[in-house]
C-alpha cells in the first residue's frame, strides 16, 4: 500500500498540460450529476479518514472509450493533398541511410537519438493516416513533417556540416512567405458563421508560423550546438513552413469554393465586439468569491471534493478569458469570435454548476463505481450536445477543445499503479475535470445558439 500521496501511487500519469487549442479549459459538473447522493466535504463526511480507492478499481472505471469529437474546418480538403504531404514525407525519411551503424554515426549515443528520432518521425506519420477527419490528419501531416526533417538535418550535420548558421538563413524565406500570403489573404465569406469558422482556423496556422519561428530562433540562440539541436532546430522551422503550407491551401480552397463571395472583415470584427461586451456583462453578473475557497460562491462546504476543484478552475480560467486580448492585439478577428464563444460556454457552466450546487446536488466520493458514475455522465453530456443539432458547426469546434480535458483526466487516473490504494481525497482534481468538461458540454448547445445569433446580427 502507498501513503496515499499522488506522487506514491500514480506512475507514467501524464503531468503536463496542453489538453486544448490554449492548453488549458477548466472542468465542471458534479459528483451527483452522475447520480449519486449526500452532502458535504471529505473532512465533514468522512472525518479524518477518508475512503481508499484501488488503482485497479479506478482503472476499470475509467476503461470504457471517451467521448469523441474530431476537429474540423467548413473547408473541403482533398484527399490527393494530403496523400502527397505524406509520400513527400515517407521520401524525405527514405532519403537517409537508416538504420544507422557504428561507420555512420560512431558515437552510440547520437546514434541512439538518431534513431529514436526517426522512429518518432515513422509513427508520427502512422498517426496521420489513422486520424478521423482531414483536418486531423492535416495536423498530425505538420507533426510528421517536422519530425522527419529533424532525422534528415541532424544526418546532414553529421555527414556535411549544416548548422545553425545554415538554418538562421532560411528564417527570412519563411517570413517572407509569411508576409507575401498576408498580403493576399481577404477576409471573404457568403455564410456568416463558416466565414468565422474558416478565417479563424487560417488565423490560428498563421500565429503558429510566426510563434514557431519566432520561439526556434530564440532558443537556439541559446541552444549549444551539435547534431541533435541542429536537427531539432530544422524541425521546428519545418513546423513553421507546414503550417503556412497548411493556411495557403485551406485559403485557396475556402475561397474557390464561396458561391456568393463578399468581404466580411468589418463583420467579423463587429461580431468579436460585441461578444466581447455580451462576456463582460456576463462576468460582471458572477458572485463575489474566492477560487482558493470553492465553497465561498455556495452556501455548503465543497472543499476537497470534485465539484469545488472544477468551480475553482472554471473561476479561475475566467480570468485568462481564452487569449483574448492577445487575439484582439495581434488582429485576429475570427479568433476573437470562437475564444468569447469558448469562454461564454465556461461562464454558463460555472453558472450551471452552482445552481446545482446551491440545490444540494452535490457529493464526495466513496468508491470507484461514484468515479464511474462522473466519468459516464460527462460522458452522456457530450453525446447530447453533440445530438442537440443546435449550430452544430459552432458547438462542435467547441467540444472538440473541451474533450481534450476529459482525455486529459483519463490519462491521470490510469496513470495510478494497479497494486496502490488511493486516498479519496487526492481524486477530486482529477474527477474535477470530467465535472468541468460535463458542465462546459452541457452548457454548449444554449450558448452556440446566443452566440450564433449574435454573429448573424453582427453580419
Known sequence: ??????????????????????????????????????????????GDEPPTLSGEAIGEAVSADPPTVP???????????????AAA???????????????EIPNGAIRDKVSQMRDEATTALEDAADAPTPVET???????????????????????????????ETVPEIRDATDAFRGRWRYVGDAPIRAVLAHAKIEELVAFVGHRTGGAVERYGREAENPIRT??????????????????????????????PRRVRSEVTAAGESLIQTLE?????????????????????????????????????LDYADGLEDERATGRRAQVVVSAHETLVRVRAFELLRERVQSGDHVTVESADDVRKI????IRAFEDALESGTNPRLGRHVLSQIVGVFEYADDQLKGYDEDSDVSAKWLDRELGRYVLAGAMARATPKTSADVADEIRRAF
Not at 476537429?71 to 504531404?85: A, C, G, W
Not at 521546428?236 to 485551406?250: I, T
Not at 466519468?375 to 460527462?378: C, I, K, L, P, T
Open 89 to 103: 514525407v515517407r521520401d524525405r525519411l527514405d532519403s537517409v541511410p537508416a538504420p544507422f551503424d557504428a561507420r
Open 375 to 378: 466519468r459516464e455522465s460527462a
Open 231 to 260: 536537427g531539432e532546430f530544422a524541425g521546428a522551422l519545418e513546423e513553421a513552413r507546414a503550417a503556412l503550407d497548411d493556411a495557403e491551401y485551406l485559403y485557396d480552397r475556402y475561397e474557390s469554393s464561396l458561391a456568393d
Open 71 to 85: 476537429e474540423t474546418v467548413p473547408i473541403p480538403v482533398e484527399q490527393s493533398r494530403l496523400d502527397e504531404t
Open 281 to 317: 456583462n456576463r462576468r460582471e453578473k458572477l458572485p463575489d468569491g474566492n477560487p482558493r475557497k470553492p465553497s465561498s460562491f455556495v452556501d455548503r462546504n465543497i472543499k476537497r471534493t470534485p465539484v469545488g476543484s472544477a468551480m475553482t478552475e472554471l473561476y479561475r480560467g
Open 138 to 168: 492535416m495536423t498530425k501531416l505538420r507533426t510528421a513533417r517536422g519530425r522527419a526533417r529533424e532525422v534528415t538535418a541532424t544526418w546532414a550535420a553529421i555527414d556535411a556540416g549544416l548548422g545553425f548558421a545554415d538554418l538562421r
Open 1 to 46: 500500500m502507498t501513503d496515499g500521496r499522488p506522487d506514491a501511487a500514480r506512475s507514467g500519469a501524464v503531468r503536463g498540460g496542453g489538453a486544448t487549442r490554449r492548453g488549458f479549459l477548466a472542468l465542471a459538473g458534479t459528483a451527483t450529476l452522475a447520480g449519486c447522493n449526500g452532502f458535504g466535504g471529505i473532512g465533514g463526511v468522512f
